[in-house]
């Protein structure tokens, strides 16, 4: 399935709702869909602006992105795949962002995000962004997708 970006008038859907609804079509009926459902041909239009952050509970850091997008790497000024998220991600640790990820693991639920951050070389970031839960083989949340569109100040 590949998945074209909606319209909205004249302007291109945001990130944030063409993920979200790639997402609610994989999740069909079930509480959310698996890791394995993401097929990033299928929305390789937005792909470069997403990230993928798996959930290892036994592990320390419990946070790790699996994937960034090349888009997202400017705006982190690094390449934090296989990285704990929060101790990376901006400087000083964005205690705000470590619990929206949390939310979204303990709801099970989608959210949209807008913050600022400084990234690793000291610029300024505002986004917009879309965290939805992916779930393990034995549908708790494992991992979290999201999509983000950003500019640098």
């Known amino acids: 399935m590949i998945l074209s970006?909606?319209?909205?008038?004249?302007?291109?859907?945001?990130?944030?709702?063409?993920?979200?609804?790639?997402?609610?079509?994989?999740?069909?009926?079930?509480?959310?869909?698996?890791?394995?459902?993401?097929?990033?041909?299928?929305?390789?239009?937005?792909?470069?602006?997403c990230f993928l952050i798996s959930i290892v509970p036994e592990e320390n850091p419990r946070l790790k992105y699996s994937y960034l997008g090349q888009n997202l790497i400017e705006a982190y000024g690094d390449d934090l795949a296989n990285k704990e998220v929060c101790e990376v991600l901006v400087y000083p640790t964005n205690d705000h962002l470590r619990e929206k990820f949390e939310e979204v693991e303990r709801t099970g639920a989608p959210t949209n995000e807008a913050g600022e951050f400084v990234n690793k070389n000291g610029a300024k970031v505002k986004y917009?962004?879309?965290?939805?839960?992916?779930?393990?083989?034995?549908?708790?949340?494992?991992?979290?997708?999201?999509?983000?569109k950003w500019k640098m100040f």
Request: hydrophobic fraction near 35%.
């Open 5 to 49: 970006l909606r319209p909205l008038g004249k302007k291109q859907a945001r990130i944030n709702e063409t993920l979200e609804d790639y997402w609610r079509t994989l999740k069909g009926d079930k509480p959310m869909p698996y890791e394995k459902d993401i097929k990033p041909e299928s929305i390789a239009g937005i792909w470069d602006s």
């Open 128 to 148: 917009r962004s879309v965290l939805l839960p992916l779930a393990h083989d034995d549908g708790t949340v494992g991992f979290i997708l999201g999509g983000m």
